[in-house]
């Protein structure tokens, strides 16, 4: 089952919550940020290494490539 991760304001129900399907949820109150998993560690480290070695995409570029692929293009 995927994690949500939601921020409640004491009051309204998030969106989170109403896009759930039917059925019974364990919900509980996080203290920190939870620990990354060894495959988003092991990204993270690659692309510090790719930028400190001068390899990399310029802001801008990958910028444009994240709304492309957000809406299909």
């Given at each position: 089952?995927?994690?949500?991760?939601?921020?409640?304001?004491?009051?309204?129900?998030?969106?989170?919550?109403?896009?759930?399907?039917?059925?019974?949820?364990?919900?509980?109150?996080?203290?920190?940020?939870?620990?990354?998993?060894?495959e988003?560690?092991?990204?993270?480290?690659?692309?510090?290494?790719?930028?400190?070695?001068?390899?990399?995409?310029?802001?801008?570029?990958?910028?444009?490539?994240?709304?492309?692929?957000?809406?299909?293009q």
């Amino acid at each position: 089952m995927e994690v949500k991760v939601i921020d409640w304001d004491g009051t309204n129900l998030p969106a989170q919550l109403k896009e759930l399907p039917p059925g019974r949820y364990a919900v509980e109150a996080l203290e920190s940020v939870l620990p990354l998993t060894a495959e988003e560690d092991e990204g993270l480290r690659a692309a510090l290494d790719e930028m400190e070695a001068g390899v990399g995409v310029d802001v801008d570029d990958f910028i444009r490539e994240l709304r492309a692929d957000s809406t299909g293009q």
